[in-house]
């Protein structure tokens, strides 16, 4: 199957929705260490794995096209997993859902800039950066790869992890596209031995851990209803895990969890808190108390949605950070 990465190259197979940049900024928010599932296929075009299907997205004059393989009979290399297909009023709700679109972003946006003069110096450089309504299994084990990696090395990592447990779902341009694995795929007995021999170090035993303690006690399904609770006690929970920290949590509640009051907290957070901000905290070292002090800061600050307006000054510290790139190839 052939990448379609212009709506002008089959205009029958794209649809669109209304979304302005102030809204959704593809290049910042798929970028931006909230998913690993991503990857420019062309300039402006990303492709990627939503929902068990395979994705590109584009913006062009304020709409935000997308189209869906595997949804024509056009396999060049034998027929894919049996995926079921979307319609088009599906498709929109999976990617308003994704995008949490019905969050209008630019008046918080002026909520947080009224606030708070830090927020102000950085919002006009990187508008359109909110948080993703992840499935919460696959957020949760893809955080778990996180502690102390970085974004191109976890990328490859769930690329791995993908290709070795999901169920292949198409082919594009020779490339394999595959689901996100399953708790079963990922708590068997020689799940750990599997993953150490991909490269995750350590991190083998708590993604097969966590992935077994999941699918012995809450379920997929449990796991998703602690969307419903309180998110002290959806992160409490999630702390219990194994490999799993308050920092993990958080990102796991605002991400998935619908928690956006979650500020995730690292040293770089505890920094610009201290720093920037000028919190004076209990202790000179990033512990559970600091972290609760900090995330109370900032949630006294920006109010609700907290957690969204640490995202945007997560991605500008990112963006700054990093030098120009060229064309980002898949990783392999």
């Known amino acids: 199957m052939r990448l379609r990465d212009t709506p002008s190259a089959c205009p029958s197979l794209w649809?669109?929705?209304?979304?302005?940049?102030?809204?959704?900024?593809?290049?910042?928010?798929?970028?931006?260490?909230?998913?690993?599932?991503?990857w420019e296929s062309s300039p402006g075009s990303w492709t990627g794995v939503l929902g068990?299907?395979?994705?590109?997205?584009?913006?062009?004059?304020?709409?935000?096209w997308y189209t869906?393989?595997?949804?024509e009979q056009e396999q060049?290399?034998?027929?894919?997993?049996?995926?079921?297909?979307?319609?088009?009023?599906?498709?929109?709700?999976?990617?308003?859902?994704?995008?949490?679109?019905?969050?209008?972003?630019?008046?918080?946006?002026?909520?947080?800039?009224?606030?708070?003069?830090?927020?102000?110096?950085?919002?006009?450089?990187f508008p359109g950066v909110r948080v993703l309504r992840q499935d919460p299994v696959e957020c949760l084990l893809?955080?778990?790869?996180?502690?102390?990696?970085?974004?191109?090395?976890?990328?490859?990592?769930i690329d791995r992890l993908c290709r070795t447990f999901g169920r292949l779902l198409c082919h594009l341009d020779a490339q394999p596209f595959h689901a996100f694995p399953s708790l079963s795929a990922l708590s068997g007995a020689?799940?750990?031995?599997?993953?150490?021999?991909?490269?995750?170090?350590?991190?083998?035993?708590?993604?097969?851990?966590?992935?077994?303690?999941?699918?012995?006690?809450?379920?997929?399904?449990?796991?998703?209803?602690?969307?419903?609770?309180?998110?002290?006690?959806?992160?409490?929970?999630?702390c219990a895990l194994p490999g799993v920290g308050t920092k993990v949590a958080d990102c796991v509640c605002l991400m998935a969890l619908d928690k956006a009051e979650a500020v995730p907290v690292d040293t770089h957070v505890w920094r610009i808190a201290r720093e920037r901000y000028g919190v004076a905290l209990s202790g000179r070292s990033l512990t559970p108390q600091a972290h609760q002090e900090i995330g109370d800061f900032f949630r006294g600050l920006w109010g609700p949605y907290a957690g969204w307006a640490q995202a945007v000054l997560f991605c500008a510290d990112l963006h700054k950070a990093q030098k120009p790139a060229g064309r980002q190839n898949r990783a392999k």
């Open 142 to 157: 893809s955080f778990i790869c996180t502690s102390n990696n970085h974004i191109s090395r976890i990328t490859a990592m």
């Open 15 to 38: 649809r669109s929705l209304p979304c302005p940049l102030a809204e959704l900024r593809l290049d910042l928010v798929l970028t931006s260490g909230q998913t690993f599932r991503w």
């Open 76 to 125: 060049l290399d034998g027929p894919p997993a049996e995926v079921a297909k979307l319609d088009g009023a599906e498709m929109e709700r999976i990617l308003r859902d994704y995008f949490q679109l019905d969050v209008e972003l630019s008046a918080l946006y002026r909520t947080w800039e009224a606030a708070d003069p830090q927020f102000l110096k950085v919002a006009s450089d």
């Open 52 to 64: 068990g299907h395979v994705w590109t997205l584009r913006q062009e004059r304020e709409r935000l």
């Open 68 to 71: 869906v393989y595997g949804q």
């Open 190 to 238: 020689d799940a750990e031995a599997q993953l150490r021999a991909l490269g995750f170090g350590y991190r083998a035993k708590f993604v097969s851990g966590t992935a077994r303690t999941i699918a012995e006690g809450l379920g997929a399904k449990g796991l998703c209803q602690l969307r419903t609770a309180p998110y002290h006690e959806a992160r409490k929970t999630l």
